[in-house]
């Protein structure tokens, strides 16, 4: 039985709902999820905890020029990465991506980021409602570990 893809809306929705103090920016189509709680953040100074890109804006790779293809990319900490994958890579390719060993334009896969795994990224080209088990605990750990940077960070601000 074939599980059923989970559209990019949802998951939008799910991020939005499931993760407080998140903050949407989007841009050509793809879609920016940080952490700002307070809403004080500028724009030149976000970082995203995950994203969902939706064209070949920053690579080919993954072939999201196919209709309803996407691709949810999502920060972990060194050590998930680590334990799923080993050691991020290093080496690139002509066009910058790296050499993961793994196919980035498999449907419903969770594999290195093409152009991030070695800042610790992963990424599923049009995930199902199977792989979301996988995905979900992804996500709380990445805006789990995005929102205790931005705590210990205000904790330093107001101490000074």
Not at 126 to 141: A, C, H, K
């Amino acid at each position: 039985m074939t599980s059923r893809q989970i559209e990019a809306d949802d998951l939008r929705r799910h991020i939005m709902d499931s993760f407080a103090g998140t903050a949407l920016l989007e841009n050509a189509g793809d879609l920016f999820f940080i952490h700002d709680p307070d809403g004080d953040i500028p724009p030149e100074r976000t970082f995203p905890y995950a994203t969902i890109v939706t064209g070949d804006h920053y690579d080919t790779v993954s072939r999201l020029d196919e209709p309803g293809a996407y691709r949810l990319n999502i920060g972990l900490t060194k050590a998930t990465y680590t334990a799923l994958f080993g050691a991020a890579p290093t080496e690139r390719d002509e066009k910058g991506v790296l050499d993961t060993g793994f196919d980035h334009d498999a449907r419903d896969r969770i594999v290195p980021h093409p152009i991030y795994a070695s800042q610790y990224w992963v990424s599923v080209v049009n995930p199902t409602e199977s792989t979301m088990d996988t995905i979900r605990p992804m996500l709380v750990e990445a805006h789990e570990f995005v929102a205790r940077k931005h705590a210990n960070k205000r904790a330093r601000r107001d101490r000074a």
